[in-house]
């Protein structure tokens, strides 16, 4: 059983960053990070494969957020820039054994408790 612990999430105002983590117990995985909002489905974010470190990420946010790893620390990242008030969300840190990075929900094994990030002034 995988168990992977968020932080890094609170509250930001608008135009500020974030750097989200994500602990993993156990092996490395292909990992993604979903965020679901009060009232909406849960939400594609980002994602990076294993053990190839391919990238993929929403149209909504590439621009704006990069997704990364340490290996050593089991551990994966996604630095949010430019925060704004429709990022308000609580985000979810999830783990495949596919390689290559899925999109959909559906494809994730693991998922973590979440961890809340609120953009307001």
């Known amino acids: 059983q995988v168990q992977l612990v968020e932080s890094g999430g609170g509250l930001v105002q608008p135009g500020g960053s974030l750097r989200l983590s994500c602990a993993a117990s156990?092996?490395?995985?292909?990992m993604g990070w979903f965020r679901q909002a009060p009232g909406k489905e849960r939400g594609f974010v980002a994602a990076?494969?294993?053990?190839?470190?391919?990238?993929r990420y929403a149209d909504s946010v590439k621009d704006r957020v990069t997704i990364s790893r340490d290996n050593a620390k089991s551990t994966v990242y996604l630095q949010m820039n430019n925060l704004k008030p429709e990022d308000t969300a609580v985000y979810y840190c999830?783990?495949?054994?596919?390689?290559?990075?899925?999109?959909?929900?559906?494809?994730?094994?693991?998922w973590g408790q979440g961890t809340q990030v609120t953009v307001s002034s």
């Open positions: 156990g092996r490395m995985y292909t």
């Open positions: 990076i494969g294993w053990p190839v470190s391919s990238r």
């Open positions: 999830a783990a495949t054994r596919r390689l290559a990075p899925p999109d959909s929900a559906t494809d994730y094994d693991y």
